[in-house]
């Protein structure tokens, strides 16, 4: 079964308030079998004009990605998240091994 994967652009306004959203997400990335691939701002952008913290988080299929974003625990942590940040963000289907 082919992974499921987080892919997020974060723009934080509020470094402050987006390290309570942080201590939220990462014990839920964690209860849901997400395993954190890439993190930081410091990515190379060679195309496109957006910018902010890019991320990418692993699971074991696109449903259990699903299962993560839509989770009590995930939902509370997005909603500081939307507070303090504009975010880009999708799961995406990784490819068949």
């Known amino acids: 079964m082919p992974k499921g994967y987080v892919v997020a652009n974060i723009r934080v306004r509020?470094?402050?308030?987006?390290q309570q959203f942080s201590g939220m997400a990462g014990p839920a990335i964690q209860k849901y079998g997400g395993k954190v691939l890439a993190r930081g701002a410091v990515a190379d952008r060679l195309e496109g004009d957006v910018d902010g913290i890019v991320m990418m988080i692993e699971f074991e299929s696109k449903d259990a990605a699903s299962t993560f974003y839509h989770s009590e625990e995930y939902q509370a942590a997005k909603t500081v998240r939307e507070e303090c940040a504009d975010t880009d963000l999708m799961i995406a289907e990784g490819v068949a091994e």
Not at 14 to 18: A, L, T, W
């Open 14 to 18: 509020d470094q402050e308030k987006f």
